[in-house]
Antibody, heavy 122, light 110 residues
Framework: QLQLKESGPGLVKPSETLSLTCTVSGGSIDGSSYYWDWIRQPPGKGLEWIGSLYYSGTTYYNSSLKSRVTMSVDTSENQFSLKMTSVTAADTAVYYC??????????????WGQGHLVTVSS | SSELTQDPAVSVALGQTVSITCQGD??????ASWYQHKPGQAPLLLIY???NRPSGIPGRFSASTSGNTASLTITGAQAEDEADYYCNCRDSTSDHLAWVFGGGTKLTVL
């Protein structure tokens, strides 16, 4: 059974960089035709797709966040990461990592991490 | 970017049938997937593709698509179905690979 777990600071100061890591167990990031996602949910709001990283390392980002977001993969550790620069209070959210399958006209996010609350505050 | 529009809130009497809809141009080309989200838990995949349920998802959950509207139907709603529901699909309007979530629908079981 695939498991994903987010880790990183729970508190980040405004204007600084948010850094999160997702550790994958029960399966390999490398060599499987899936996308590895970051998704967030601000308090009282809905889910927002942040970006996806294909197993090959290619990245795709939400246009509204693209200038501040970088995703990367460390296949030796079976981890992938998110960095978001110049954070503000609006970036306070529960951040989820997830595995995303896609084929033709359909896609699905079958595996999710438990979620990690990041608060942006001084 | 494309938008997926959901009604913010829907209610259903216990044991009755309810449909939650998701509208957006991207749904003309891509199927929605549907997620149930309860407080403090990770979202749960309910339906993907034309009407595919992952193992363990009860048969009372089903989905359909017509034009730019995708629907999730719960036939015989149970108390434990009270949750937020989100649709998600690939964004056909983006110049690069992207996905988009609907705003979510809060389902109340009366």
């Amino acid at each position: 059974q695939l498991q994903l777990k987010e880790s990183g600071p729970g508190l980040v100061k405004p204007s600084e960089t948010l850094s999160l890591t997702c550790t994958v167990s029960g399966g390999s990031i490398d060599g499987s035709s899936y996308y590895w996602d970051w998704i967030r949910q601000p308090p009282g709001k809905g889910l927002e797709w942040i970006g996806s990283l294909y197993y090959s390392g290619t990245t795709y980002y939400n246009s509204s966040l693209k200038s501040r977001v970088t995703m990367s993969v460390d296949t030796s550790e079976n981890q992938f990461s998110l960095k978001m620069t110049s954070v503000t209070a609006a970036d306070t959210a529960v951040y989820y990592c997830a595995r995303h399958g896609s084929s033709g006209r359909y896609s699905f996010i079958e595996y999710w991490g438990q979620g990690h609350l990041v608060t942006v505050s001084s | 970017s494309s938008e997926l529009t959901q009604d913010p809130a829907v209610s259903v009497a216990l044991g009755q049938t309810v449909s939650i809809t998701c509208q957006g141009d991207s749904l003309r080309g891509y199927f929605a997937s549907w997620y149930q989200h309860k407080p403090g838990q990770a979202p749960l995949l309910l339906i993907y593709g034309e009407n595919n349920r992952p193992s363990g998802i009860p048969g009372r959950f089903s989905a359909s698509t017509s034009g730019n509207t995708a629907s999730l139907t719960i036939t015989g709603a149970q108390a434990e179905d009270e949750a937020d529901y989100y649709c998600n699909c690939r964004d056909s309007t983006s110049d690069h690979l992207a996905w988009v979530f609907g705003g979510g629908t809060k389902l109340t079981v009366l």
